[in-house]
Nanobody, 123 residues
Framework: QVQLVESGGGLVQAGGSLTLSCAASGVTFSTYVMAWFRQAPGKGREFQAA????????FYADSVKGRFTISRDNTNNTAHLQMNGLKPEDTAVYYC????????????????WGQGTQVTVSS
């Protein structure tokens, strides 16, 4: 059974940085894509970034290019999202998600989800 557990959220001032982590277990992730989404109050789940586990290929939403960096650590099956230059509008619950092979920006395409971690950016 695939399990994804996020950590690293918190409260940060505008302009600050946070690194989120997603610890994955239950499957060999070499054929998987890991992605980060976020959901602000009253809004739908929004794609942020994804990484193809085997190759390290990455893909970003335009809104976070140059500010967020997704990476993976093969030794402990953990994906990270480094977030710099945070803005109040980045405030949301951040989720990691997994699916096989193909990167998608559509939440419904992902098979596995973590429980989410809250990120709050104060102005």
């Amino acid at each position: 059974q695939v399990q994804l557990v996020e950590s690293g959220g918190g409260l940060v001032q505008a302009g600050g940085s946070l690194t989120l982590s997603c610890a994955a277990s239950g499957v060999t992730f070499s054929t998987y894509v890991m992605a980060w989404f976020r959901q602000a109050p009253g809004k739908g789940r929004e794609f942020q970034a994804a990484i193809r586990w085997s190759s390290g290929f990455t893909f970003y939403a335009d809104s976070v290019k140059g500010r967020f960096t997704i990476s993976r650590d093969n030794t402990n099956n953990t994906a990270h999202l480094q977030m710099n230059g945070l803005k109040p509008e980045d405030t949301a619950v951040y989720y990691c998600a997994a699916r096989r092979v193909v990167i998608s920006t559509v939440p419904g395409d992902y098979d596995y989800w973590g429980q989410g971690t809250q990120v709050t950016v104060s102005s």
